[in-house]
């Protein structure tokens, strides 16, 4: 099923303020502008941080993830 026709689908099984809200939610997302880097102008990039660098990284950010930090909401 395309999208188009499940979001029509869903679409009808909603109430009208859901429907209005959705629509809301759709226009809202026609307007909004596309930012950031397209990945072919990163795929140049890919394999140039070496394979031990990586690895720190990620255990830093596994770490840094346990963490809660109670006082910093």
Not at 7 to 36: C, D, K, Y
């Amino acid at each position: 099923m395309a999208v188009i026709d499940e979001v029509i689908q869903q679409l009808q099984t909603m109430n009208l303020e859901l429907q209005q809200q959705v629509l809301r939610f759709a226009r809202s997302l026609a307007t909004t502008e596309v930012s950031g880097t397209p990945a072919s102008e990163l795929l140049p990039l890919f394999g140039c941080i070496p394979e031990d660098d990586i690895q720190i990284m990620k255990e830093a950010v596994d770490f840094d993830c346990g963490q809660i930090d109670y006082d910093g909401w």
